[in-house]
């Protein structure tokens, strides 16, 4: 079980993972040693699984960001894989998510324009036979963050 020393280093690592070790420690109220214990101990049991960087989609010139609902007629195992693997290899799509209800899965693409995510779609209709495929662009970003709600802990 985790204390509320562990939640709130939790919750700064996720505001910041290039956060000094020691400005953790003060916040937290521990010495070096025993936060960096702590730290070690979080990435052991998985709760912390990588350290990366945001980078701004914008100054990457991804500036359009697709919402694709996908329906299949094939609920199989080996199509599963296959559609795994499709969109693993296409670096624009960032989410895959297998949903309940009418929609099959949903995917997240960015792209720098309309015409880059037909090519995205081409990509990918041409690699599995799909049902159907919807995409709805997203228009505003009104909450966009990374980091997860700790208190359920």
Known sequence: M?????????DLLQRDASMPLNDIAERVGLSSTPCWRRIQKLEQQGFIQARVALLDRAKLNLGVTVFVSVRTAQHNQQ??????QAIADISEIIEAHRMSGSIDYLLQ???????????VYQELIEKLPFNDISSAFSMEVMKSTTSLPTHYL
């Open 79 to 84: 199509w599963l894989a296959q559609f795994k």
């Open 2 to 10: 985790l204390d509320s020393k562990d939640k709130l280093i939790l």
């Open 109 to 119: 693409v960015v792209v720098p324009s309309i015409d880059d995510y037909d090519r």
